[in-house]
């Protein structure tokens, strides 16, 4: 993960995924219908950046501690965008938007290029994980853009957040309305609590909603209740 995501399109196709999110909880395969029909810029942008998985556009509190104005963090966002380096993840609405934020976040695209801004080190993280985060949720990110770019439906990517604060990391949508939501913990166990944006979601959509999965830095999949599941992020390559 440190030292980034880039895999070839053949490795992370959406067909190859796809099966091993499916297998994860009720066996419904309903992932598997989702995601299986399937020159270097100035140092200063990235430190504006480097808040990936931040609400974006809040660029006066991205720009804090680059030590830079808020009009001058939107310029280098958006040189990034362009270099195909960071990617905004719109907000998810589900056509029920008053009780949504529609703020997009910022993701890089590489997860070890985030760790080389944030200067993690796998020793460092040995004795402190809790820089962990903000990477490993960008890691999952590049693995699950590349798998919906390659799939055979259109597939939307988006984040979920409502206004008391109940988030999810990905809302994976497709043309026929089916809802995958994937939640990325860094912790090595799972609780209940932790279910607790994927448990909303799934009131709110109804039949619509295909499987919540947590991926999680631990060994086992886990069963959490009908269409909820915790699974290892090493499901994301196993073979």
Known sequence: MLSGSHRSLERAAATRLAPRLSAVGDGTGCARDILGRAARPPSRPFRAARGAGWPAPNWSA???????????????????????????????????????????????????LLATTLNLATAQLALDRSPLGSALESFVFGELAKATAVADDELMMSHYRDKDQVEVDFVIENGAGLVLRIEVKASSSVQASDFRGLRRLKDRVGSRFAQGIVLYDGKHVLPFGEKLSAAPISVLWAE
């Open 62 to 112: 991205l720009g804090n501690d680059a030590r830079l104005d808020g009009k001058t963090v939107e310029r280098y966002v958006r040189l990034l965008e362009q270099l195909y380096l960071v990617r905004r993840v719109p907000a998810w609405s589900g056509n029920q938007t008053q009780r949504l934020v529609s703020t997009p976040k910022l993701h890089f695209v590489d997860s070890g």
